[in-house]
């Protein structure tokens, strides 16, 4: 065979990412059960992790099988020109989306606290109702549902309310 080293190293490749994939599966269930984290955000998390994982694969996987990097290199420039100006245009969701994963891990508060928001623009207290992938639902003494952004949540002061 002519490609036996590469299937090996694909073979070796495509396992380490299954052990990855399960150890980091685990490792954050196992965070959000102890940190008491709503499974749906759990999952979230997962889902993202895996997404990652599976690109650095991908990635080890085009240097295992001896792409041409002057080709690659065209394509990955202009498929990142075409990214780079997508992202741009949408990059309140993907900081939304980072704010997102960094409170599930080093969030204080969660589903059920109720919070005060140092915010002008938002001046009341409120319960968090739910911690999604982009907002945080809060019920305001009025019973308003609000979608208050996981980015600016980051940004801004919160206080706990005993």
């Not at 989306?97 to 005060?116: E, M, N, S, V």
């Amino acid at each position: 065979m002519d490609y036996q080293n590469e299937l090996l190293g694909t073979l070796i490749c495509l396992l380490v990412l299954l052990i990855l994939r399960f150890v980091t599966t685990k490792a954050i269930r196992k965070v959000g059960k102890l940190s008491d984290i709503n499974e749906v955000r759990t999952r979230l998390v997962v889902k993202y992790v895996s997404i990652g994982l599976t690109s650095l694969s991908v990635v080890a996987l085009i240097f295992i099988w001896g792409v041409n990097v002057k080709e690659l290199g065209l394509i990955f420039s202009s498929l990142f020109a075409v990214l780079g100006v997508a992202l741009f245009a949408s990059w309140s969701i993907l900081s939304n989306i980072t704010a997102g994963i960094i409170l599930f891990f080093y969030f204080p508060f969660k589903i059920g606290d109720r919070i005060h928001i140092l915010d002008n623009d938002f001046p009341e207290e409120a319960v968090i109702d739910d911690i999604r992938a982009f907002h945080v639902h809060l019920i305001t003494d009025k019973g308003q549902l609000v979608t208050y952004p996981n980015s600016l949540l980051l940004q801004k002061g919160v206080v706990r309310i005993q």
